[in-house]
């Protein structure tokens, strides 16, 4: 419904009025229908913590703070106790500065403290540590869900957004496909042992969807799995995912497998791009993915993957290096005048050592000297 027709209409206009003020009050949060859909499969609860790596508009970082916020349905987040708060948080991260503002309009009308919104890029996004009171050192934070929403060609929106008719070509799925790979990745090395991830796109591309998911499931050696979330949303129509598929060059030209692709576009087409082969296809549970398609229930087309992490992955560094010991230094008033010269290593008082120096170059002079003399003495008499 166009904006021209709202005005024209007193009804209409006074309930479009009534749905801005309700949004700006954070009651309402309107989104598309598939959208809904990552952040419910991410069974997040309040203990968790939870990293949302492309995060801007924010209407799934939203939603992730009421399902933080859901042991108490009844009371408003600004009249919770304290004990009464979460002890999970959530990390909304976007690399584009203005998005980042949207994200903080979207959030802030919530009004919940477990909200961290960062500016990073999400495949370089830096690590996290928290002080721990019970160990004495810094600790690097894991996290026990993590959404990867990431940037695609977005074809799957072509029924609502008019302007992708324009600049949507075949190849925006190959041009995307090294940026996502990259994204998973660096989600899959800062998710917990046990945790789940949500990998999701709004495109139906399979170079953008299962090739991705197919080569970090490879390099991941079995670290990763995809989970089969059949039971549940059980009322969400849904296909599975797919196991061949072509990919398309410039020039338009369709190659089956890597094999084909010829010298000089193989700096374009990867092979991570291609499907694998039968038996690792298989073994992966591809099918295990979901795709929504437009037609099913009259939504947008979007592909979701949800996969768990049973151990480090190969390329993650498996030993960390030991943090400094958070030990504050004892107030100087607590100080006797011995403790005052013991060094940080806590070896010897300091005067101690000034004085064994001291008397170590007194002897070195005096062996000197002595040794002058004795010179002088065998050339006179010489």
Not at 61 to 72: K, R, S, V
Not at 88 to 103: E, H, I, P, S, W
Not at 315 to 323: D, G, T
Not at 354 to 380: F, G, N
Request: charged share 25%; net charge positive; with cysteine.
């Amino acid at each position: 419904m166009s904006r021209k027709t709202l005005r024209k209409s007193s009804r209409l206009s006074q309930f479009h009025q009534f749905l801005i003020s309700e949004t700006e009050q954070g009651n309402i949060s309107r989104q598309e229908t598939v959208s809904l859909v990552p952040p419910l499969l991410l069974d997040v609860k309040p203990h968790h913590k939870v990293l949302d790596m492309c995060a801007a508009p924010g209407s799934k970082t939203a939603q992730i703070i009421e399902f933080l916020h859901a042991q108490d349905n009844s009371a408003p987040v600004d009249q919770l106790s304290s004990s009464a708060m979460p002890s999970g948080f959530v990390v909304a991260n976007d690399k584009d500065n203005k998005r980042c503002y949207m994200l903080v309009h979207q959030t802030k009308r919530l009004l919940s403290p477990c909200c961290i919104i960062t500016n990073e890029d999400a495949t370089i996004f830096p690590n996290f540590y928290l002080e721990s009171a019970t160990v004495g050192r810094k600790q690097k934070v894991q996290f026990d869900r993590i959404l990867c929403d990431v940037p695609c060609s977005g074809d799957g929106t072509l029924r609502k957004n008019l302007v992708l008719w324009k600049r949507w070509v075949p190849t925006l799925g190959t041009q995307m496909h090294k940026l996502q790979q990259r994204i998973l990745c660096r989600g899959i090395e800062m998710l917990a042992v046990g945790g789940r991830l949500v990998y999701s796109t709004c495109s139906l591309n399979p170079v953008e969807n299962e090739a991705v998911v197919a080569s970090v499931l490879k390099m991941s050696q079995g670290a990763m799995e995809l989970l089969d979330i059949s039971g549940e949303l059980t009322e969400l129509k849904r296909s599975g995912g797919v196991h061949m598929w072509k990919v398309m060059s410039k020039s338009g030209q369709w190659f089956s497998s890597y094999s084909d692709v010829p010298d000089s576009l193989k700096s374009h087409l990867l092979p991570s791009m291609f499907p694998l082969s039968s038996d690792d296809s298989t073994s992966y549970h591809l099918d295990r993915c979901i795709r929504i398609l437009p037609h099913q229930q009259n939504t947008g087309g979007f592909f979701i993957a949800v996969l768990t992490k049973n151990r480090p992955v190969p390329w993650q560094r498996q030993k960390e290096k030991k943090p400094t010991l958070l030990l504050p230094p004892p107030p100087p008033s607590s100080l006797t005048k011995e403790e005052d010269n013991v060094d940080v290593v806590g070896k010897a008082p300091l005067q101690e050592e000034k004085k064994e120096d001291e008397k170590d170059m007194s002897d070195e002079e005096t062996c000197s000297k002595s040794r002058k003399k004795k010179l002088s003495q065998d050339r006179k008499s010489g």
